[in-house]
T-cell receptor
Framework: NAGVTQTPKFQVLKTGQSMTLQCAQDMNHEYMSWYRQDPGMGLRLIHYSVGAGITDQGEVPNGYNVSRSTTEDFPLRLLSAAPSQTSVYFC???WGTGDSYEQYFGPGTRLTVT | SQQGEEDPQALSIQEGENATMNCSYKTSINNLQWYRQNSGRGLVHLILIRSNEREKHSGRLRVTLDTSKKSSSLLITASRAADTASYFCAFMTTDSWGKLQFGAGTQVVVTP
């Protein structure tokens, strides 16, 4: 099992550009989520999905879109990049939605917006 | 807004010493988890404690949960240089089901 994979590992964007961060898992997990991590602020939830075709907003959804067409994939789209979106992005997955399920994290994507 | 807070923000100890970090939250939860993050890596699950448990052990880790005080602590005993990492608590509040929230983390440095 590859677990949770994320691409790319690093990305530099100019303000206003758009891009998609890819996330895939091969564990048949129902729950997937995206977080951003900024210094001193821990992880903040952007969007999450409880299954294919179902997504919902987290704490900081503005400027990001998601879709979940398959169980395996959960891409995160930046619509028009802004310097405030410079961060490290983590994708995670788990067997279920509840808080009794261990989250499996990908290695992260380090994004810089200039 | 962050629902969880951790203290201390940073902790520096020598090998063999114990490291204790605390997590406080604001509203009711069912379970609380602890994660470790090595520099430049994703988070790794350490331990889960349920709201009806007061203490749980896993190897050199000891976690306590006090629901009346809305707080949890993680103790790492006999620390090793390999324990150098950031540690985060995580939970879902009962009024935001599906949204796992993380504390800001405690950065632990263990020197040989």
């Amino acid at each position: 099992n590859a677990g949770v994979t994320q691409t790319p590992k690093f990305q530099v964007l100019k303000t206003g550009q758009s891009m998609t961060l890819q996330c895939a898992q091969d564990m048949n997990h129902e729950y997937m989520s995206w977080y951003r991590q900024d210094p001193g602020m821990g992880l903040r939830l952007i969007h999450y999905s409880v299954g294919a075709g179902i997504t919902d907003q987290g704490e900081v959804p503005n400027g990001y879109n998601v879709s979940r067409s398959t169980t395996e994939d959960f891409p995160l789209r930046l619509l028009s990049a802004a310097p405030s979106q410079t961060s490290v992005y983590f994708c995670a997955s788990s067997w279920g939605t509840g808080d009794s399920y261990e989250q499996y994290f990908g290695p992260g994507t380090r994004l810089t917006v200039t | 807004s962050q629902q969880g807070e951790e203290d201390p923000q940073a902790l520096s100890i020598q090998e063999g010493e114990n490291a204790t970090m605390n997590c406080s939250y604001k509203t009711s939860i069912n379970n609380l988890q602890w994660y470790r993050q090595n520099s430049g890596r994703g988070l790794v699950h350490l331990i889960l404690i349920r709201s009806n448990e007061r203490e749980k052990h896993s190897g050199r880790l000891r976690v306590t949960l006090d629901t009346s005080k809305k707080s949890s602590s993680l103790l790492i005993t006999a620390s090793r240089a390999a324990d150098t990492a950031s540690y985060f608590c995580a939970f879902m509040t009962t009024d935001s089901w599906g949204k796992l929230q993380f504390g800001a983390g405690t950065q632990v440095v263990v020197t040989p």
